[in-house]
């Protein structure tokens, strides 16, 4: 083929990059891109969803980002002003992984290299990913407004987070305390919503509790049989007349001897297993409710790591899941064990590393439930709209059920959460400016600052509004916002996201606009 031929024929690879680069110079896709047929009080704004920089974009962002750059399009055409914002998200849990898998790889660890090198690398991986994601946007020919492109963990966004949550934290809506809690023994605390229930080929254990009597046992049914060295007690149903004579009457823990009471609760389901339920309050979040009704000792019996401790006796140090055949095989040896059935039941797992998730109590940092209640009674108003218009039903199935919602991880990537300790006083502080370096109770200055990030998506959930310079400080103004920007922008007019993350993501920036 020769060149005069090759003229006939589309190329993409010169065609579109040269065109896209001339649309980008003469300042197409910018506010003011559209200045000559602009009308005066037509303003639209649509956020994209900011994509993870854990790689690439895969095709589900093309089909999004493809809805949304009809519309953009169409509206600058229509008269309107039109803010198109880019930009991508830090991703928390999944950034890190990608990154000590890394490290791993070269042999090495974060705890090897410290906090320091390790966001070092983390931001490495920022700068690569972003790139990459850039470079596909622009292939796709997609027309955000460049020039306005945000980091969730950029300066003017970081001065945002900070302020959100000590506004919130003033008010009451941000508390710090020992709750039950979702753990991942590899990547800490969750939230509810990133549990994921799995149908699980298990088994069901029927144990021999001796009664302290000496007058035979009875006999508990429970999945996790690891966990009964934190026991604190049995329960039933106080109407099974089978075992009313037993309440206040006292078993003995299998191997160690130790006494706990029959206790009787309503919550005991008579027709499951034998009627008799293991009370387990640091270890299981029914049983955490009965534990402070009936005022009963919570027990940990492992660790963060998921190793069992002391209270285990001979099991000290081994690993709760290997530990459990184990224990099964002595409980066995010794006659504890009345039966082993097959039985099907849901298993929570991480959403990211797919590790068997425990219910476990710690001290963590929570946005209380009440922060969206009246985001929740302006949505239904109609002031917020899905389409399809089904999707409200799934929006208020999901904040029906809300539970206080933890927002502290224990990770190195992220925005380090914004409150200092003071060593001598044991004073707590929030800040939303500078680090403070005296504390404001004693004067000292040993204050340390907390070490957890906030979860990913406190972050994302200020992205409808932060990106247009709330809470930004100087940062960035007048270039990657302006100061009307607020008013002209918010609330912001479409989102075109998808329906997985209308909890995760969509209710939270719901929430976060109504009270900020």
């Keep these: 083929m020769n060149q005069e031929e090759a003229k006939k024929f589309y190329n993409p690879s010169q065609i579109e990059d040269s065109y896209y680069k001339i649309w980008e110079q003469r300042g197409y896709f910018e506010l003011d891109g559209n200045k000559d047929i602009e009308q005066e009080g037509k303003a639209f704004s649509i956020m994209m969803p900011p994509p993870n920089v854990t790689g690439s974009l895969h095709i589900g962002h093309a089909l999004t980002f493809t809805l949304q750059d009809i519309i953009v399009r169409y509206k600058r055409m229509d008269g309107y002003e039109t803010l198109w914002q ?21 042999g090495t660890s974060k705890e090897e290299i410290g906090r320091e090198e390790f966001l070092k690398r983390a931001f490495l991986q920022k700068t690569n990913s972003a790139n990459a994601i850039t470079m596909q946007l622009r292939k796709l020919g997609v027309s955000p407004a460049w020039s306005r492109e945000r980091f969730t963990m950029d300066d003017g966004l970081a001065n945002s987070v900070k302020k959100a949550f ?21 990547d800490g605390a969750l939230s509810d919503i990133e549990v994921e229930h799995e149908s699980h080929d298990g088994k069901l254990y029927h144990i021999r509790y001796p009664l302290s009597s000496g007058d035979g046992y009875i006999v508990v049914a429970t999945t996790r049989p690891e966990t009964y060295f934190g026991d604190s007690a049995v329960m039933i149903h106080p109407d099974d007349e089978r075992y009313k004579h037993l309440i206040s009457q006292k078993v003995k823990l299998p191997l160690i001897d130790k006494e706990i009471t029959i206790i009787a609760d309503s919550h005991v389901d008579m027709e499951f297993g034998t009627g008799f339920v293991k009370v387990t309050p640091a270890h299981d979040p029914n049983d955490y409710e009965v534990g402070k009704r009936h005022d009963l000792e919570f027990i940990t019996i492992f660790d963060e790591n998921g190793i069992l401790n002391d209270k285990c006796g001979e099991f000290c140090g081994l690993e709760r899941l290997k530990a459990r055949e184990i224990i099964v095989s002595k409980l066995q040896d010794e006659g504890f064990i009345e039966k082993i059935d097959e039985h099907k039941h849901e298993v929570g797992h991480c959403y990211r590393c797919k590790n068997i998730v425990e219910p476990y109590i710690s001290k963590q940092w929570f946005v209380k439930k009440e922060f969206a209640t009246e985001a929740i009674a302006r949505v239904n108003k109609g002031e917020a709209k899905f389409f399809p218009a089904h999707w409200i039903n799934s929006y208020n199935a999901w904040m029906s059920e809300l539970r206080d919602w933890c927002i502290s991880r224990q990770l190195w990537w992220g ?26 109770k004693c004067g000292s200055k040993n204050l340390i600052q907390d070490k957890d990030v906030l ?6 959930g200020l992205w409808s509004f932060s990106t247009l310079g709330w809470g930004n400080g100087e940062f960035g103004k007048d270039e990657l916002w302006m100061d009307n920007d607020l008013k002209k922008f918010y609330p912001n007019n479409l989102l075109i996201t998808g329906f997985d993350i209308i909890f995760f993501w969509v209710a939270r920036m719901i929430m976060m606009g109504e009270k900020m």
């Design 86 to 106: 880019a930009g991508v998200d830090h991703a928390g849990i999944a950034t890190q992984n990608v990154v000590e898998k890394q490290l791993l790889a070269e």
């Design 455 to 460: 979860d990913t998506w406190f972050s994302s």
């Design 415 to 440: 925005h380090q959460i914004p409150v200092v300790y003071c060593d001598d006083c044991g004073h707590e502080e929030a800040f939303d400016d500078e680090k403070p370096t005296t504390c404001s």
């Design 166 to 186: 000590k506004k919130m934290y003033d008010e009451g809506y941000i508390v710090r305390g020992n709750y039950m809690i979702n753990w991942c023994t590899n």
